[in-house]
């Protein structure tokens, strides 16, 4: 089941992919990572695929990472007395913390946090960005304000807050209680929704205590004013640009989306270009051309990984969904245009002993032609160096540990192997050339490229470099 391109695909299971037979279509397909969408579902659906999911791995013998994705905080405006009003543009409505329903002049809006962080001229939105206020005065419990785009609005519709970081925590109850027990069964990534500023990853990556790799999904504007520190906190980044797409002008999302995938890259951390990727296909056996341009240009972009949402948990063609993103990559990743873009961005290395080794793996694997560079790590570190250089030759990753195999699925170009513990250099190079003949990456006299750290087993301590022939 070895993948024969370099970017991965992400698919969200959910009702339409909830028995073996759908989850195996969709891994036959093409799918290496799969998401837990916890905004949905009983803590037991969720127990019942990742079962499934286990059971494929021992079946086909490849590791396959686990997404638990948590709802973070949901605002919602309160009740309306006839369960919805019609905003005219150019009126005032207000909001408060009364509970009284509402009517067209004024709503319940029970986030006291939010009256906290508001100042005049800041916006409001409400029902995914299709209504949007301006605040005009503010009170400690109340904010009056001008409607700049009216609409219908009904009961318990979303607000966002797109000006102000709320002094909000991005993990709810719900959400504690659901990173338990994903973590109780074993998922191989924790997703944090609502991340603000760097503080939010510091509080989950205490709670998670390295039982899980940290994603964030960077959905607020106010998260990109600390872009580098949030990338620096975490393990790896997914962009969620459906709820970017409500809180900023949409033509600033493309830029913000290559500004978080090259900030990703300069880090060697995984990215994740998600949401709306091929939407057509949720009911429709094709995606539009304008859908297949979207996957492509992440690709070209170096992103680690691709997403389908809707596609694959509810949509009528799954498994379509993720051959046809397959396909996408896989064409694009055979365009010399896409290789001349890699070495275009390629970024210079930090000036240590592992990026420098790191370095030297690339430039010597396409000096010689080698067919695979081979990496032995513990924690994934020298494993992501090496994805970071983005080679243009298979990344082989082994690791003693299932976890960071699990981890490293995610990696651009990574191939990752559980592998026995090693000792020696022998026991290296004979494990290298065992497992590239197995996994068909090399054939006999071809060369591979082999970097490792020394002691084995010592985390980030990249150092060695050695080149050998399949024999």
Not at 101 to 112: E, I, N, T
Not at 278 to 297: F, G, I, K, N, Y
């Amino acid at each position: 089941m070895r993948r024969f391109r370099n970017a991965k695909i992400v698919a969200t299971l959910g009702p339409a992919t909830s028995d073996e037979k759908a989850i195996s279509a969709l891994f036959e397909a093409g799918a290496d990572v799969f998401r837990m969408n916890f905004s949905h579902g009983a803590h037991a659906d969720h127990a019942d695929r990742i079962g499934v999911i286990r059971r494929l791995e021992a079946k086909f013998g490849r590791p396959i990472g686990i997404i638990a994705d948590l709802q973070g905080p949901k605002l919602r405006v309160g009740e309306f007395s006839e369960g919805s009003v019609r905003l005219e543009t150019g009126q005032m409505f207000r909001l408060d913390l009364d509970e009284a329903l509402g009517d067209a002049r004024r709503a319940p809006l029970p986030h006291p946090e939010v009256f906290a962080a508001l100042e005049p001229g800041m916006s409001l939105l409400m029902d995914d960005g299709r209504i949007r206020l301006e605040v005009a005065e503010i009170g400690k419990d109340f904010a009056e304000t001008t409607i700049i785009t009216g609409g219908d609005l009904s009961n318990h519709k979303g607000v966002n807050v797109p000006d102000a970081v709320l002094d909000l925590s991005p993990l709810t109850a719900k959400d504690r209680e659901d990173m338990r027990f994903a973590l109780q069964v074993g998922v191989d990534w924790i997703a944090l929704s609502f991340v603000q500023r760097p503080e939010d990853i510091a509080e989950a990556r205490k709670l998670i205590a390295g039982r899980a790799a940290v994603m964030a999904k960077l959905e607020k504007p106010m998260a990109l004013t600390s872009l580098d520190e949030i990338v620096s906190l975490c393990d790896a980044i997914m962009v969620a640009r459906g709820d970017l797409g409500v809180e900023m002008p949409t033509e600033e999302v493309p830029i913000q989306q290559k500004r978080i995938v090259a900030a990703c890259r300069s880090a060697g951390k995984p990215v994740i270009v998600a949401t709306q990727m091929l939407d057509s296909m949720v009911h429709a056996p094709s995606p539009t051309r304008a859908e297949a341009s979207d996957v492509a240009t992440a690709v070209y972009d170096g992103a680690d990984a691709v997403m389908l949402s809707a596609e694959t948990a509810v949509g009528d063609f799954a498994p379509e969904a993720v051959a046809m993103m397959d396909r996408i990559i896989a064409r694009v990743e055979r365009d010399p245009f896409y290789s001349h873009q890699l070495d275009a961005t390629r970024l210079e290395p930090e000036a240590t002993a592992a990026d420098a080794i790191t370095t030297a793996a690339r430039q010597v694997a396409q000096t010689i032609s080698a067919a695979v560079i081979v990496t032995f790590t513990s924690t994934g570190s020298t494993t992501l160096r090496a994805s970071r250089e983005r080679p243009l030759v298979p990344i082989l990753g082994l690791t003693p540990r299932t976890e960071t195999a699990r981890r490293l699925v995610l990696a651009w170009g990574v191939h990752a192997v559980e592998t026995e513990d090693l000792h020696t250099f022998r026991d290296m190079v004979d494990s290298a050339i065992r497992v590239v003949k197995s996994e068909a990456l090399a054939e006999i006299g071809d060369a591979m490229a082999i970097t490792a750290g020394v002691p084995f087993g010592t985390p980030g301590a990249t150092n060695i470099l050695r080149i050998a022939w399949v024999e």
